[in-house]
């Protein structure tokens, strides 16, 4: 199929019928192993398309793209989104997923950078899309500071199977294992 969302983005050329159809060419290049057609359609995006709301779903997916675009490859393109777009979301969008990357797979003098792009994130678009790049950006930053291998595990208390209270700090010293689960 990503043959054929290319194809119809060549055909469309502009407007955001060609912009999507680009941005399914990279999501089904990019599962499908097909590297090529997924480089293209980052690159034809940023070349033609900087101004359209389809940048967000790939400013978010490419987080996750380093197999099919590579690591260098993948900061560039979420550096560049940032940088051209006008849309304040995409912008958001890119940002976030820039200091996700630079957090996860970036050298480790790359964190400091990140940090300053999520703590920017969490002032300058507080309101974009109902504050949910904020409470990201807050998230992970807690998550940075407090969740970390080695570190204190915040103090929670719940019930067990049999209805009684307990507490985590009531096992501080102790090996314990909390298997958290749910329905989504």
């Known amino acids: 199929m990503a043959d054929q969302f290319r194809a119809l983005a060549l055909e469309l050329k502009q407007g955001e019928g060609a912009a999507s159809a680009w941005l399914w060419t990279w999501r089904l290049g990019s599962q499908s192993n097909r590297s ?17 709301p389809q ?11 380093t197999y099919s675009l590579g690591r260098a490859d993948t ?51 507080a309101e974009v899309d109902g504050g949910q790049w904020k409470q990201r950006a807050e998230a992970f930053l807690y998550e940075l500071d407090h969740l970390q291998i080695g570190m ?17 700090s009531d096992y501080r010293g102790k090996v314990v294992v909390v298997d958290f689960w749910g329905f989504w």
Request: hydrophobic share 50%; net charge negative.
């Open 55 to 65: 940048w967000k779903g790939l400013a978010g997916e490419l987080r996750y793209a």
């Open 36 to 52: 090529e057609l997924a480089q293209e359609a980052v690159k034809v995006m940023l070349e033609q398309h900087s101004a359209s």
């Open 152 to 168: 204190l595990a915040p103090d929670f208390e719940a019930v067990d199977q049999d209805g009684v209270k307990w507490k985590l």
């Open 75 to 125: 900061e560039k393109a979420l550096r560049a989104i940032h940088a051209k777009t006008p849309l304040r979301e995409v912008q958001a969008a890119a940002q976030f997923s820039l200091a996700a990357l630079l957090f996860e797979d970036g050298p480790a003098e790359a964190g400091s950078e990140a940090r300053a792009l999520l703590e920017e994130l969490g002032q300058d678009f």
